[in-house]
């Protein structure tokens, strides 16, 4: 049965759409399914129940079981918890798309909008263990069959906005791309807060909504939000991106999960005396490409000539105009040919989006991070809920593989925070709640969070092992609610 092809041809476009390795080419194809089963997802209070409905193909149906048993947790209430609350959600990322899934379930109006028109980003997370569960748990196995090996503990940045925008998709989460949000527009006449978005889709009547989450990335934080500046010891990261081919060859070569200096002296040592590259830290994964990220010293990046001068300032050092990109593509090919034996045969740098070899340089001194991750803003007698998620929240140094984990925690967090909303709780208690769970976030680790992973759910008393939703009280996040009538 698996090897037919369908001859419905509502199956054999799910099965498009499921394949689908592009943004354009999910979006295409989604469209198209909806179009032969009349069924339209702006109706998306009954999207999903008419699609499965209407789409009876036993592929189908095994997401279906996947979505339904998330679907039916107490917490979501059949999805009416947050049923008269629409959403707006900037930023397509993996933080984006999973906060956008969990107000899908809870039953909002969700409308997420990205600026960039497709997903390149060939550089790789690492999963914890939960992040992995929680992916199988949306259906992740039907839509991208690596997610079914059983020692799989990493994902690059575009298979998973892949996943999660199907699966968003299927809940009847509206994502609009290529169109950039310009800013918040406030209440005036009738109409209530709306978004200033580049270009306008919505000419006509624009999408109103009472709840916003920005999931912009690490250098997006909307207006009324602060970072705080977190400023470390210089830390210099490369990425680089190879061809994988999948040949037999490159299938023995083994991943390096995780390389420390301090653990690993002698490996650190060779390199540094056979090549002249001085490294923290090394990681390898092997996906989509072969992806190393690692932490280089600077002495032997102005020694090979990677950075031109030496400034004091890591701004300065890692300018444009004072890195050879020559010299750094060289730096990340021979630490990869040396990190893997020289194994690799035939290496050759995967391209990014502008069509160049994928290998980039980041500065991680400098870490940022939100002082609140919500604030309600009233005019006009309306009232907005805000919240940050992802980097946008707490950008994660990369070669430490913390950042998706926390993310999804913070996405999760905030849809507990949403559901709150959307159920009456007084936004003061609502806003205290949110920062007090948020306090604990940038210490989660593996080993401090509960490892019943079969309770997890938006809940943050499910995850956190010792959570005190009050440790922030009321009166402390006065200034987090931003009122002015006058407007
Ligand atoms: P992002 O994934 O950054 O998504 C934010 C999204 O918001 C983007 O798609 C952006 O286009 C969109 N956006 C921003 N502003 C607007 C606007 N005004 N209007 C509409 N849309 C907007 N992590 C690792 O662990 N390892 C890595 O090697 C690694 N490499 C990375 C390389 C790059 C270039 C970037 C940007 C991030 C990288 N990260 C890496 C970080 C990792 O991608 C994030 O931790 C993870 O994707 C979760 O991020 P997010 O969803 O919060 O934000």
Known sequence: MANQEPTDPSHALFDLFVGAKTCRDVQQHFSA?????????????????KLKERLNYWKAKALWVKIDKRASHKDYQQRKACAKNKCLVLGAGPCGLRAAVELALLGAQVLVVEKRASFSRNNVLHLWPYTIYDLRGLGAKKLYGHIAQPYLDHISIRQLQLILLKVALVLGVEVLTAVEFQGLEEPSGNKGWTAKLHPNPHPTLAFEFDVFISAGGGSFLPDGFKHK???????????????NRHTAAEGQVEEISGVARIYNQKFFHDLLTQTGIDLENIV???????????TAKKKSLLKKGVIKQDYSDAEQLLARENVDHDALWRYAYEAANFST????PDLEFATNHAG??????FDFTCMHRAEHASLVRERRGKKLLMGLVGDSLVEPFWPLGTGIAR??????DTAWMVRSWGLGVPYLKVLAERESVYQLLSQTTPENTNKNYTSYSIDPTTRYRHVNLSAIQVHQVQHLYDVNDKS
């Open 229 to 243: 500046e977190l400023r470390g010891k210089l830390a210099i990261g490369i990425t680089a991106n190879f061809t």
């Open 33 to 49: 399914l909806c179009v032969q089963l009349q069924v339209d997802p702006k109706d998306y209070r009954v999207f999903y129940s």
């Open 341 to 344: 034996n020289r194994q690799l």
């Open 356 to 361: 160049r070899p994928d290998v980039a340089m």
């Open 284 to 294: 390898y994964y092997k996906d989509d490409t072969h992806y190393f990220v690692m």
């Open 407 to 412: 993310g999804f925690f913070a996405a999760f």
